[in-house]
């Protein structure tokens, strides 16, 4: 597999709007319908001890073109914890985090 890619959409209070700017280039980039299981943009509220909280959005190594579009950088594959599903199969999750449990 190749490399995961991240991308801080700032302030969570403003991050709403990136959110869909993101799926709405997903959409344009691979379509709406039948995504593959290795294909998702995820995204997680961060704090890192800070009183604000930011907004990072996690592309699986399938969604490089979307990744490289918006100047997202590469990183290691990122932690379940408190990820949620932007786009893509909710098949997703077995495929590109296989230690979950069943």
């Known amino acids: 597999m190749g490399n995961w890619f991240k991308k801080n959409l700032g302030d969570a209070m403003f991050a709403g709007e990136h959110l869909d ?22 995204y997680r509220h961060e704090s ?13 190594p399938a969604a490089v073109e979307l990744a ?21 199969s909710e098949d997703c999750w077995t495929v590109l985090f296989p230690e979950l449990p069943d």
């Open 48 to 60: 890192e001890g800070r009183l604000h909280c930011e907004v990072w959005a996690y592309f699986s």
């Open 68 to 88: 490289g579009a918006v100047a997202a950088e590469p990183c290691t594959p990122p932690s379940q914890d408190s990820l949620s599903l932007l786009i893509g």
């Open 21 to 42: 700017h993101l799926e709405a280039r997903y959409v344009s980039v691979y379509g709406k319908t039948n995504p593959p299981e290795n294909l998702a943009v995820f």
